[in-house]
């Protein structure tokens, strides 16, 4: 089993950059695909970004190809998400994946969210 925290969420401006953190407990860390999701009020949970365990696979929603960078520190036990431009839109609690089974991009494990508001 994983532990997952995120943080770097907070207030940006329209057009603005944010960077999350998501840090996994465990010495398993790179056994794991990790994803990033989100979910806006009143909207479904929307996976938004994924690589593989090594970090030479990515997956990226077609709404945030070219804007937002997933990239992992195995060594850290860290992946995180690169948002750049952000629009009102996006504004969301953003969250944190591992997979189950680990390899795969089936979420099992799921850290508690990190606020993310983008004023118009």
């Known amino acids: 089993q994983v532990q997952l925290v995120e943080s770097g969420g907070g207030l940006v401006q329209a057009g603005g950059s944010l960077t999350l953190s998501c840090t996994a407990s465990?010495?398993?860390?790179?056994?794991?695909?990790m994803g990033w999701s989100r979910q806006a009020p009143g909207k479904e949970r929307e996976l938004v970004a994924a690589i593989s365990r090594s970090g030479s696979s990515t997956y990226y929603a077609d709404s945030v190809k070219g804007r937002f960078t997933i990239s992992r520190d195995n060594a850290k036990n860290t992946v995180y998400l690169q948002m750049n431009s952000l629009k009102p839109e996006e504004t969301a609690v953003y969250y944190c994946?591992?997979?189950?089974?680990?390899?795969?991009?089936?979420?099992?494990?799921w850290g508690q969210g990190t606020q993310v508001t983008v004023s118009s």
């Open positions: 994946a591992a997979g189950n089974p680990p390899s795969s991009y089936s979420w099992g494990y």
């Open positions: 465990g010495r398993t860390f790179s056994s794991y695909a």
